[in-house]
């Protein structure tokens, strides 16, 4: 069964400041999604950011970027630049390309410090 | 444009009772699912569907119920409700488009309390 672990429960950054949130899991399957969800308090879980398994190439959407280690079944998001709004929870998910499911870790609390 | 719609937002119900939550998308969707968020924990899936009239169950199917009759609606069913089905429930949508793995739409979820 697949699992995904998310170690750091909260994590602080200084607005401008850069963070990085870490995400492991693990599976034996060759392709397969990954993803980035932020849930503000308002309990929407939005999109932030996806790598495709078979890709190289660490996916980036502006100040959000991923570096994907497959052997290592590492993967991790760094927020540049950090803003005030960036402040929620931040889930990792690991899709099925087969299934299309989601598995999901227990999220990490990001601060951020004005 | 809604995208997916989850009804009602907040309930609450006392053991035994029976309920429906309510999903409805309108992005011609033929994936969709349903989730579970406990307190501090991250979502685990209850059921999905791959289109209408086709379902399958998640991590955590015991004591729910599905249908999925249209493209555009996939209720769940709570048939006795306890304590421990107590959370907040999304649902979520997304579309195939052949090799491209479009993600998952989320709906603003629903949360349920059992007393």
């Known amino acids: 069964a697949q699992t995904v672990t998310q170690s750091q429960p909260e994590m602080s950054v200084q607005e401008a400041e850069t963070v990085t949130l870490s995400c492991t899991y693990d599976?034996?399957?060759?392709?397969?999604?990954l993803f980035w969800y932020k849930q503000p308090p308002s309990r929407q879980m939005i999109l932030v950011i996806r790598?495709?398994?078979?890709?190289?190439q660490n996916a980036t959407e502006n100040r959000f970027s991923v570096n994907f280690q497959k052997a290592a079944k590492s993967f991790s998001l760094k927020i540049s630049d950090s803003q005030l709004g960036d402040a929620a929870m931040y889930f990792c998910?690991?899709?099925?390309?087969?299934?299309?499911?989601?598995?999901f870790g227990t999220g990490t609390r990001l601060k951020v410090l004005a | 444009n809604a995208g997916v719609t989850q009804t009602p937002k907040f309930r609450i119900l006392k053991i035994g009772q029976s309920m429906t939550l309510q999903c409805t998308q309108d992005?011609?969707?033929?994936?969709m699912y349903w989730y579970r968020q406990d307190p501090g924990m991250g979502l685990k899936l209850i059921y999905y569907s791959v289109g209408a009239g086709i379902t399958d169950k998640g991590e955590v199917p015991n004591g729910y119920n599905v249908s999925r009759s249209t493209t555009e609606d996939f209720p769940l069913r709570l048939e006795l409700a306890a304590p421990s089905q107590t959370s907040v429930y999304f649902c979520a949508s997304r579309r195939e488009t052949g090799t491209t793995r479009q993600p998952q739409h989320f709906g603003d979820g629903t949360r349920l309390s059992i007393l």
């Open positions: 992005m011609n969707h033929n994936y």
């Open positions: 790598q495709e398994a078979y890709k190289q």
């Open positions: 599976t034996s399957e060759s392709d397969y999604y």
């Open positions: 998910a690991w899709g099925d390309s087969g299934t299309y499911k989601y598995i």
